[in-house]
């Protein structure tokens, strides 16, 4: 079995910085994709950020240039730094991977979400 914890949600001010972490432990043998969601109340859930093993990198086309999305392989932890945060950020931020395990099956595994809120 595989867990996700993301953490590092908050209050945040206009214009401010927040950086979200999503560790995974378990059996991993390779992560093929992790993503960011993010919902708002009374909203759909929205994919924010996207990276693949092979190092392609999709952003919802409101947080371009403003959010960016890594990993560390190593840990297989995966990071999403927010920068010039708006009120419209705010949300609850999840995160999931899709992890090969040693059983040669792929699973796609999602972490509890954390709230980021954004306001003067």
């Known amino acids: 079995q595989v867990q996700l914890v993301a953490s590092g949600g908050g209050l945040a001010q206009p214009g401010g910085s927040l950086r979200l972490t999503c560790a995974a432990s378990g059996s991993i043998v390779r992560i093929i994709a992790m993503e960011w969601y993010r919902q708002a109340i009374g909203m759909q859930r929205e994919l924010v950020a996207r990276m693949t093993s092979d190092g392609d990198i999709k952003y919802e086309a409101s947080v371009k240039g403003r959010f960016t999305i890594s990993r560390d392989n190593a840990k297989n932890t995966m990071y999403l730094q927010m920068d010039s945060l708006k009120p419209e950020d705010t949300a609850v931020y999840s995160c999931?991977?899709?992890?090969?395990?040693?059983?040669?099956?792929?699973?796609?595994?999602w972490g509890q979400g954390t709230q980021v809120t954004v306001s003067s």
């Open positions: 999931n991977m899709e992890v090969t395990m040693r059983d040669t099956f792929t699973y796609l595994f």
